[in-house]
């Protein structure tokens, strides 16, 4: 049996390129990941093609997503004399821009690529990953990261965000990626100047970073969503906005932040019966 950690993956910041013909999209995305975790058990099942998955999340027990499809594929192309059964501990909500089914996904293919020795390189599984989601070639690393392209282009960043921590709210409201495109595609993305957050890394300035965190989606999802709005609203008049943004296409929010915060620490506190919130370290 191999056990995975698959942890979410927070964007610091995003930037809508331009729209493609196959209907995606070409971002600029600096990617992070949190110690929010589902925890991913991969089994030998002696019955060769079959996957089967386990979880306390109805939608990764319905036999038709990407978690499923990339097992799949794993098996019949690299293992076909074996089958498996996965069992997925589901932490991360679903539908909150924290990549939730795509890092399922990555465990699950690091899993297989353990459990029956195929070594397979990180660019091997990044290239099968891509097949599958757009955020699993970042998913299937655990380490800040420039993320170009779909998603395919995936650059490590030298940056050490040990002194950080993350204030995570999602307000238990599901956003639908496809439509917060298709409104950024229809009224234009927020778009700003990469260079400043990038000079903030190579300079090791995590203050200068933190101002420069940003996400062209952010005003999409928070004109559309009353939810999402009120608590934007809710954690800009109580703790401010900087270091503030949404992680994906919502519907979760971020506030990086330095040190301990006793401030942040009592709106936790107040807000754990309205909100998924607490505070996370960067891995």
């Given at each position: ?8 993956k ?176 229809r ?10 957050i990038?000079?903030?890394i ?73 909100y ?8």
């Amino acid at each position: 049996m191999i056990i995975e950690k698959a942890y979410a993956k927070v964007n610091l910041f995003i930037n809508v390129v331009g729209a493609r013909r196959d209907g995606y999209h070409d971002l600029e995305m600096i990617n992070a990941k949190v110690d929010l975790y589902d925890t991913v058990k991969i089994e030998n099942l002696d019955h060769p093609g079959i996957v089967i998955i386990k979880s306390n999340d109805l939608f990764l027990s319905n036999q038709n997503n990407l978690v499923i499809e990339s097992a799949r594929y794993m098996i019949k192309q690299y293992a076909p004399d074996k089958g498996v059964t996965v069992t997925i501990d589901k932490i991360i909500p679903f539908g909150a821009g924290l990549a939730g089914n795509s890092v399922d996904a990555a465990a699950i293919i690091r899993g297989i690529d353990k459990l029956y020795k195929l070594n397979l390189s990180l660019e091997e599984m990044q290239r099968l990953g891509i097949k599958f989601g757009a955020d699993i070639p970042y998913c299937l690393i655990d380490k800040p990261a420039l993320v170009e392209g779909i998603g395919n282009k995936v650059t490590p960043l030298d940056i050490d965000l040990s002194e950080c921590k993350v204030l995570l709210v999602n307000p238990r409201e599901y956003t639908s990626t496809e439509d917060v495109f298709t409104l950024g595609d229809r009224f234009g993305f927020n778009n700003v100047d990469v260079k400043p957050i990038k000079k903030a890394i190579q300079k090791k300035d995590i203050d200068s970073f933190i101002k420069n965190i940003h996400n062209s989606l952010q005003h999409l999802a928070i004109d559309n969503n009353k939810k999402v709005k009120d608590a934007y609203e809710h954690i800009v008049e109580k703790l401010g906005d900087e270091g503030l943004a949404m992680t994906g296409s919502g519907s979760t929010l971020i506030k990086v932040f330095k040190g301990d915060n006793e401030k942040i620490n009592a709106f936790v506190k107040e807000n754990k019966s309205k909100y998924f919130i607490d505070i996370y370290n960067f891995l």
